[in-house]
């Protein structure tokens, strides 16, 4: 028999999902002892063990993610836009879509150098390992208060300027989901290079339950990611007013691409190209399945 509480380290739930916090590792496995209670998971506290977890975990989802993604099917609309935009800004790119679809974005943008921001957490660590696995250079901040997030973004746009591509899940790290932080406008102000919105989906996924309804796509499943075909520009020094105005832009933008991604997959004889896709006006949120309730007893 299990005994009611058992202590997991943490590489198990790394091999799972590399990109979610250990909160959300918990939600996505679901362990239950011979009682039907949940199994609390173990979190490392010393450094070394951080240390060794996040080295051993970024080697695991290497190996998981490829080996899943190599079972999906993948189509890709409007790519195009990022090497236009790379011969037009010395190889600098710009890239926003939403948090919750962090994991393929991680393995679509792979091996390019480039900048991509991650919460400055204990849990970041497992995640800017794994970043470096896939070749990124992973700024640490968030956008809270006393979090460095102010010191991340002077690093992001620092690696912008040196010539790297980059990207912001731009409702992370905490949400509200689907609503843009100002950081990457004033992150395109400040570098000149416009944003370029996109988004992705896959039937089926799991979704879970955390604040953003993370994505990961079922083995064998269907993905669909599609590139807005114009760039946002932002003026190099946008009044305040300026900004919510680009921020609720960007948030139309995406949620436009979301709506296409989420209802591409079971419609292709219809619509080939899923930026054919007509979009209700106003322009509807993405999906957002209402979180589960934890089990108590």
């Known amino acids: 028999m299990l005994p009611t509480r058992i202590k997991l380290f943490v590489f198990i739930p790394a091999l799972v999902y590399g990109p979610l916090s250990f909160d959300m590792a918990k939600e996505f496995l679901m362990i239950k002892n011979e009682y039907g209670r949940r199994v609390k998971l173990y ?22 993610m490829h080996l899943l993604f190599l079972t999906c099917r993948i189509r890709v609309f409007g790519a195009e836009i990022l090497e236009d935009s790379k011969r037009a800004h010395s190889g600098r790119m710009l890239g926003a879509s939403w948090h919750r679809g962090l994991l393929f974005t991680v393995f679509y943008f792979r091996n390019l150098g480039a900048a991509l921001m991650t919460s400055r957490s204990k849990d970041g660590e497992l995640l800017t390992a794994m970043l470096k696995r896939f070749g990124y250079t992973p ?21 912008i300027q040196a010539g790297k591509p980059a990207g912001i899940a731009t409702d992370g790290p905490n949400g509200p989901p689907y609503i843009s932080k100002f950081g990457v406008i004033a992150a395109a102000a ?16 799991f979704r879970i339950n955390s ?27 946008p009044s305040q007013e300026q900004m919510e105005g680009l921020r609720r ?37 993405p999906e957002h399945p209402a979180k589960k309730s934890r089990r108590t007893g």
């Open 249 to 285: 832009e960007l948030d139309d933008r995406i949620n436009y691409l979301t709506y296409q991604a989420d209802h591409y997959c079971g419609r292709e004889d219809q619509f080939p190209d899923p930026r054919n896709i007509p979009v209700p006006s106003p322009i509807p949120p």
């Open 139 to 159: 700024p640490r901040g968030s956008s809270g208060k006393d979090k460095g997030g102010k010191q991340a973004l002077e690093e992001f746009v620092g690696l």
């Open 211 to 237: 604040w953003d309804r993370t994505m990961i796509p079922k083995p064998f499943s269907r993905i669909v990611m599609i590139f807005d075909c114009h760039a946002l520009e932002v003026p190099a020094d």
């Open 190 to 205: 400040r570098t000149g290079i416009p944003i370029i919105p996109f988004s992705w989906s896959a039937q089926p996924c």
């Open 43 to 64: 979190r490392p506290k010393h450094p070394l063990q951080i240390r060794i977890v996040s080295f051993l975990g970024s080697y695991a989802i290497w190996a998981a």
